[in-house]
T-cell receptor, first 112, second 112 residues
Framework: DGGITQSPKYLFRKEGQNVTLSCEQN?????MYWYRQDPGQGLRLIYY???????QKGDIAEGYSVSREKKESFPLTVTSAQKNPTAFYLC???????????FGQGTRLTVV | QQPVQSPQAVILREGEDAVINCSSS?????VHWYRQKHGEAPVFLMI?????EQKGHDKISASFNEKKQQSSLYLTASQLSYSGTYFC?????????????FGSGTQLTVLP
């Protein structure tokens, strides 16, 4: 049963702490993406990766970091440098350029 | 770099038609359309590749004018199930890069 899995669904953290969001896919997709969603602002691209051990910054990369050590996994770390981290985070993957993207169910991060 | 969508919100009665527009300041390879229900993952509707094609999917269709760097999504005889937020996503012509960027979304509400 192929798909893309994000965990956890809900995450609460104290201000100043780093937190890592998990994203795993078993679709054998090369490209993976992280988006942040805030009300009224759509999906904003944080980071994306085309192949293992390579990734590029998106439009709002400041305060975030990623790694791509395995094809299946693309974890996102929200660091203490991110000034307003509370948001809904979506991970996506796709086979190659100009093909459909598949999304995970998202992680809602709340920083208190 | 995000594509621009219009309108931001639409309210319809069941059976009415709607058009959602998407435009980019950069040359496009393809345009994607997704629908998202509140708190859920975006769901793929269709992808249009450059070539000025038009696609259809039940009573939802779309066009892509690559010269104008614009796409439009047409919802005909809308149903209650069409309610949600619609996003266009764009593949920018930039070599092998697989950056996939989304607009800010159009919130569609269909009333009985």
């Amino acid at each position: 049963d192929g798909g893309i899995t994000q965990s956890p669904k809900y995450l609460f953290r104290k201000e100043g702490q780093n937190v890592t969001l998990s994203c795993e896919q078993n679709l054998n997709h090369d490209a993976m993406y992280w988006y942040r969603q805030d009300p009224g602002q759509g999906l904003r691209l944080i980071y994306y990766s085309q192949i293992v051990n390579d990734f590029q910054k998106g439009d709002i990369a400041e305060g975030y970091s990623v790694s791509r050590e395995k094809k299946e996994s693309f974890p996102l770390t929200v660091t203490s440098a991110q000034k307003n981290p509370t948001a809904f985070y979506l991970c996506a993957s796709r086979l190659r350029k100009n093909t459909e993207a598949f999304f995970g169910q998202g992680t809602r991060l709340t920083v208190v | 770099q995000q594509p621009v969508q219009s309108p931001q919100a639409v309210i319809l009665r069941e059976g009415e038609d709607a058009v959602i527009n998407c435009s980019s300041s950069k040359a496009l390879y393809s345009v994607h359309w997704y629908r998202q229900k509140h708190g859920e993952a975006p769901v793929f509707l269709m992808i249009l590749l450059k070539g000025g094609e038009q696609k259809g999917h039940d009573k939802i269709s779309a066009s892509f004018n690559e010269k104008k760097q614009q796409s439009s999504l047409y919802l005909t005889a809308s149903q209650l199930s069409y309610s949600g937020t619609y996003f266009c996503g764009t593949d920018i012509s930039s070599g092998s890069a697989r950056q996939l960027t989304f607009g800010s979304g159009t919130q569609l509400t269909v009333l009985p």
